[in-house]
């Protein structure tokens, strides 16, 4: 079994701060991409940010320049710092991950259980 666990997130002000972070156990294998995603009331889930197994990133253009995305590859974590917040950043925010289990040669995509993020002054 494969769990991703998140922690992190709450309520800021516009202008502040937050780190999540997202460990994942179980069974592991090996894990390829991880990322965060989010989902404000009445949109779609959309990407954050990646990370591959070799540090390479991508974010969305929205969050270039505040958000950084970092992963521990021994401690299988991975973490994001949200600088500058803005209250359109406020959304439930999950982790993702591709993990290859010790049982399996596919890899499967497991997600976090989500986190609300609120700005607001």
């Known amino acids: 079994q494969v769990q991703l666990v998140q922690s992190g997130g709450g309520l800021v002000q516009p202008g502040g701060s937050l780190r999540l972070s997202c460990a994942a156990s179980?069974?592991?294998?090996?894990?390829?991409?991880m990322g965060w995603y989010r989902q404000a009331p009445g949109k779609q889930r959309e990407l954050v940010a990646t990370?591959?197994?070799?540090?390479?990133?991508n974010y969305a253009d929205s969050v270039k320049g505040r958000f950084t995305i970092s992963r521990d590859n021994a401690k299988n974590t991975v973490d994001l710092q949200m600088n500058s917040l803005k209250p359109e950043d406020t959304a439930v925010y999950y982790c993702?991950?591709?993990?290859?289990?010790?049982?399996?040669?596919?890899?499967?995509?497991?997600w976090g259980q989500g986190t609300q993020v609120t700005v607001s002054s």
């Open positions: 990370i591959t197994s070799g540090g390479s990133t």
């Open positions: 179980g069974n592991i294998f090996s894990i390829n991409s």
């Open positions: 993702k991950a591709h993990i290859i289990r010790t049982d399996a040669t596919a890899t499967f995509q497991y």
